[in-house]
């Protein structure tokens, strides 16, 4: 049995609806689960007027990772079959997106899944709700919790200085 940490967002229509129904159908698949709170955020790696709803989920399950994944892939398509890529493998706005954030303190390096996902130490939206649910947890390469990787983030700019920018 391993814990799974995955983190769900959305910035499409009913956010709070969009999540929860993922939320439910990760429970159907894979039973009892810890959820944080959801947090706000800006969209990252791509400019959008929609910001996102971000949550974390743990869980455990005695699949191996792969098959986890695919389950979850599934789940996303069935919420919203529309890619979360533009052709030219941009982001773009999405109903829903759950990535595999953590199994266990594995390291994995697939061409197809990447754990703990390669983007957990730059992003607030996963750090914040990771640091929620799974407080101990420690990246398996650096080491850090999820607080520790947050401080080392450079602050939020704040809603007047996001005005004065503009």
């Given at each position: 049995?391993?814990?799974?940490?995955?983190?769900?967002?959305?910035?499409?229509?009913?956010?709070?609806?969009?999540?929860?129904?993922?939320?439910?159908?990760?429970?159907?698949?894979?039973?009892?689960?810890?959820?944080?709170?959801?947090?706000?955020?800006?969209?990252?790696?791509?400019?959008?007027?929609?910001?996102?709803?971000?949550?974390?989920?743990?869980?455990?399950?005695?699949?191996?990772?792969?098959?986890?994944?695919?389950?979850?892939?599934?789940?996303?398509?069935?919420?919203s079959p529309d890619s979360h890529?533009?052709?030219?493998?941009?982001?773009?706005?999405?109903?829903?997106?759950?990535?595999?954030?953590?199994?266990?303190?594995?390291?994995?390096?697939?061409?197809?899944?990447?754990?703990?996902?390669?983007?957990?130490?730059?992003?607030?939206?996963?750090?914040?709700?990771?640091?929620?649910?799974?407080?101990?947890?420690?990246?398996?390469?650096?080491?850090?919790?999820?607080?520790?990787?947050?401080?080392?983030?450079?602050?939020?700019?704040?809603?007047?200085?996001?005005?004065?920018?503009?």
């Open positions: 049995m391993a814990y799974y940490i995955i983190n769900i967002g959305s910035n499409l229509g009913d956010r709070r609806l969009n999540l929860s129904r993922a939320m439910r159908a990760v429970g159907m698949e894979f039973g009892d689960f810890e959820m944080s709170h959801a947090v706000e955020s800006a969209p990252f790696g791509f400019e959008s007027a929609h910001k996102f709803l971000n949550l974390s989920m743990l869980f455990q399950s005695d699949l191996e990772p792969q098959e986890v994944l695919e389950r979850l892939q599934k789940i996303e398509r069935a919420i890529r533009n052709p030219d493998g941009s982001y773009r706005d999405r109903l829903i997106d759950i990535d595999m954030i953590a199994v266990d303190d594995r390291v994995i390096d697939t061409p197809t899944l990447k754990v703990p996902h390669p983007g957990l130490p730059e992003r607030r939206f996963f750090l914040t709700p990771l640091m929620e649910i799974a407080p101990q947890w420690k990246h398996p390469v650096s080491g850090l919790t999820a607080r520790q990787m947050l401080a080392l983030l450079p602050p939020e700019p704040s809603p007047a200085d996001e005005e004065d920018e503009k």
